[in-house]
């Protein structure tokens, strides 16, 4: 199984961005697939998950109202649009696959997921 995170870059606070993930190797639409993020000198958080038929969805506090987690099974790709970036949103970002297959409740935790991508660097200036 294969994660590729990709779409970070240097943007400014109260900008955009909208992630993308690749999946290959498992049967992606039966998935749910998660964001999380590590901050500079921080532990990794949840962020965002969304259930393999897209009915369910679950988002940190702090990134409500601001990201957006959406995927099309028919690409094997998970997305997480940002927006009205802030400087403590500067992290790497990772997505996940979960552990279960066909899970109906949405993980938040690392330990549910079992395969990660390598990342991608969002960097928020002020």
């Known amino acids: 199984v294969q994660l590729q995170a990709f779409g970070g870059g240097l943007v400014q606070t109260g900008g955009f961005l909208r992630l993308s993930c690749a999946a290959s190797g498992r049967t992606f639409s039966s998935y749910v697939m998660g964001w999380f993020r590590q901050a500079p000198g921080k532990e990794r958080e949840f962020v965002a998950a969304i259930s393999w038929s897209t009915s369910s969805t679950s988002y940190a506090d702090s990134v409500k109202g601001r990201f957006t987690i959406s995927r099309d099974n028919a690409k094997n790709t998970v997305y997480l649009q940002i927006n009205n970036l802030k400087p403590e949103d500067t992290a790497v970002y990772y997505c996940?696959?979960?552990?279960?297959?066909?899970?109906?409740?949405?993980?938040?935790?690392?330990?549910?997921?079992?395969?990660w991508g390598q990342g991608t660097l969002v960097t928020v200036s002020s």
């Open positions: 996940a696959s979960d552990r279960v297959w066909g899970r109906l409740v949405v993980p938040t935790m690392e330990q549910q997921y079992d395969y």
